[in-house]
């Protein structure tokens, strides 16, 4: 078989903005799926039974069915129910976000569950209330605990965003698929495509060591 | 040089009954951890609370500024019933001071941060102020040179240490100390000790739960003595430590060890 890799080269630009837009995705369902994690563990973990619950059935909801079902949900079901078409991006990162904010409030429910009940309580004999203490005592300790597992997510979140191809997102997967269909350099293609996830992962898979060595188990 | 904070306010004409118990009950589950308690604590009086563990000495103080709700009776501060509400505690809170035994330093601040941050979220003070403060209140506790080292570098007496002037920062009308010194290695036991007698000399009002029992000989104006969620008997130390009423009392006393 002889191999053509100047198609590589040809269609650098399709590769390049598809690169752009997987990154883009990862950072932006990262920005929403934190804060929305968050926000699910300290309504899980909170007094109000009616929050936790709904908290607790979101969670248990996205976090056991498979991401790609979750896509193609958020790409047929949301238009009908929000009265909307978005765009793909958006619906993909949609899927995506829930997705993450879902795994991302267990991990936060952990790191919250794992901070002594002392350090709370130290923090309303000086006078603070539920919520300063959360903000200034409790969550600072917990996400220090869970930055190693945030930095996984992110890794698995970076390679997951391939999954939004399916509904035509022109992400990193999506291009590079659509230039080998237009030119049936299969092997070229999906080289390409491995060689710029590989070398944009393996960092971030280091960067990950290095959380799990800085801030592992401390205490 | 910073105005170190008042610590205890002197004698008042009138009623100085800051704390006041009447009948204070409380169960966990099965376990009955308070069965009826009435005391009270006067302005500038240093009480300590002896006797054997699980007789709750630590619940009572803990329903003090209600980090436990007690199931009966009733807890006067200030003349005023303690609210029942968590909104309506953070007031009353803000004028005790907790200590506890396993310190509840914030591990991720300093020792001057610690000392700061109830100053800067509950009282709003600017960041100089509260700096100011808490420099001040290190070198009260005579860890003036520990200002940014983290909880996690200083030994369990400096830790404890740094807990105590992090209670000073709110200027407490009294400061609860829940076992200070029994998470402590015996060399270091004696800092913390000379800190809180310190502290009382300058007519702080203090309980204090201690199993210390040498401590409360010298320090305290009156030892209180718990059994099974009940005082057996209080008094002035001499006559606790040397000629208790009760027969308990001198069981317990023998049991730990002292002899009058």
Known sequence: MKLDWWVVWQHRDALVEGTLVTVALTMVTMLIAVPGGIMLAVMRLGRSRPLALASASFVEFFRNLPLILVVYWAYYVMPILLGVQLDAFTTGLAALALNVSAYNAETFRAGIASVRKGQTEAALALGMSRWQALREVVLPQAARRVLPVLASTWVSLFKDTSLVSVIAVGDLAYNAMRVRSQTFRVLEMLTAMAVIYWGLGYPQAKLVDWLHRRFGVRE | ?260
């Not at chain 2, 330093?105 to 509950?122: M, Q, S, Y």
Request: hydrophobic fraction near 40%; charged fraction near 25%.
């Open chain 2, 1 to 260: 040089m910073t105005r170190i904070p008042p610590t205890g306010s002197p004698a008042q004409a009138g009623p100085d009954l800051v704390l006041q118990y009447r009948g204070v009950r409380k169960v966990f589950g099965d376990f009955v951890a308070l069965d009826g308690v009435s005391t009270q604590v006067r302005r500038g009086e240093v009480v300590c609370l002896i006797g054997p563990s699980g007789s709750g000495k630590s619940t009572l103080l803990r329903c003090t500024n209600g980090l436990e709700k007690p199931d009966g009776g009733e807890i006067l501060f200030d003349g005023a019933p303690l609210p029942s509400d968590e909104a309506a505690m953070r007031p009353v809170r803000r004028r005790m001071g907790m200590v506890f035994q396993s310190f509840e330093l914030f591990p991720h601040k300093t020792a001057l941060e610690n000392i700061a941050v109830g100053p800067r979220i509950v009282l709003g003070f600017e960041e100089r102020k509260t700096r100011e403060l808490g420099e001040a209140l290190l070198a009260k506790v005579g860890l003036s040179d520990k200002a940014a080292s983290y909880p996690a570098n200083l030994s369990g007496g400096q830790q404890q240490r740094v807990a105590i002037a992090r209670a000073l920062a709110m200027e407490p009308e009294v400061m609860l100390f829940d076992e200070p010194t029994s998470a402590l290695d015996p060399e270091t036991i004696g800092e913390v000790l000379n800190v809180m007698k310190a502290l009382a000399e300058e007519g702080m009002t203090m309980v204090v739960v201690t199993h210390e029992m040498s401590f409360a000989r010298r320090v305290a104006d009156r030892v209180v003595v718990f059994e099974k969620g009940r005082i057996i008997e209080e008094g002035p130390p001499e006559e606790i430590f040397e000629r208790p009423k009760v027969d308990r009392t001198g069981e317990f006393l023998s049991h730990i060890g002292w002899s009058a």
